[in-house]
């Protein structure tokens, strides 16, 4: 509740915000899916959360379009025969990027961005029949300009989707641990809560794995193939 309680919070995009909301809906990762799972898997592992996660902020995210649209623009303006498959997907890459151009909602702008690249896809459209002579030329460049122009956007929402990572990490990482501090302080654990202090006992103290080792020489574990 807290990280949806405000749109634009003071503490920043750990705290929430409708940015906080955009990045986890992106490509259906979801609040109360994807974020909740992270806070799962952190709860029964708090004692590794506590060693690897960074829980700092990461700094605020800009997502910065004015190069892509530069792109698809140039490619959108590439003249082509108009009976050519080309005519039609360049015409498209020039409205997508007008649109792109237009907005600045961060969701609607991610999602125009897999708009951008989504008809291009792995194919190098275009007959070459229809582009006879010096033609021929012109439409392996527009075919490589299109295919590095999704390698680019490609790059920016890979960008995003290892930012909310970080976020999540951040996120689920204070949550979890002041969680564990809290239940640590009033004396009230829980089963998890015994099993990863145990694991951190025996990970840290060479003594308590001494004195298991001489005790227990043999260890059988039941239905191992499960």
């Known amino acids: 509740d807290r ?10 995009i750990t705290h929430g915000g409708s940015q906080f909301v955009e990045i986890c809906e992106f490509e259906n990762f979801g609040i109360e899916t994807g974020l909740r799972k992270v806070a799962t898997d ?17 700094p605020p995210f800009e997502l910065d379009v004015a190069p892509l649209v530069r792109v698809a623009r140039e490619i959108g303006a590439t003249p082509t025969p108009s009976d050519d498959t080309q005519a039609v997907l360049t015409a498209g890459i020039a409205d997508v990027a007008e649109r792109l151009s237009d907005t ?12 951008l690249v989504k008809p291009i896809g792995r194919r190098r459209h275009g007959s070459k029949a229809k582009w006879k002579g010096d033609g021929l030329d ?75 080792h001489e005790r227990y020489p043999r260890i059988l574990l039941d239905e191992f193939q499960d």
């Open 3 to 12: 990280l949806l309680a405000e749109p634009d919070p003071i503490g920043g």
């Open 42 to 58: 952190f709860r029964y592992n708090w004692d590794l959360v506590d060693e690897i996660v960074d829980r700092s902020a990461p």
């Open 138 to 212: 012109a439409l392996e460049d527009l075919r490589d300009r299109q295919a590095a122009l999704c390698e680019q956007v490609g790059e920016v929402l890979d960008h995003v989707v290892r930012y909310r990572k970080r976020l999540a990490g951040a996120i689920c990482a204070e949550f979890v641990l002041d969680g564990a501090e809290a239940r640590g302080r009033a004396g009230q654990l829980e089963f998890h809560d015994l099993l990863v202090r145990s694991r951190h006992l025996l990970a840290t103290d060479r003594e308590v794995r001494r004195t298991l």
């Open 104 to 115: 600045d909602q961060f969701s609607a702008r991610l999602e125009l961005l897999e708009q």
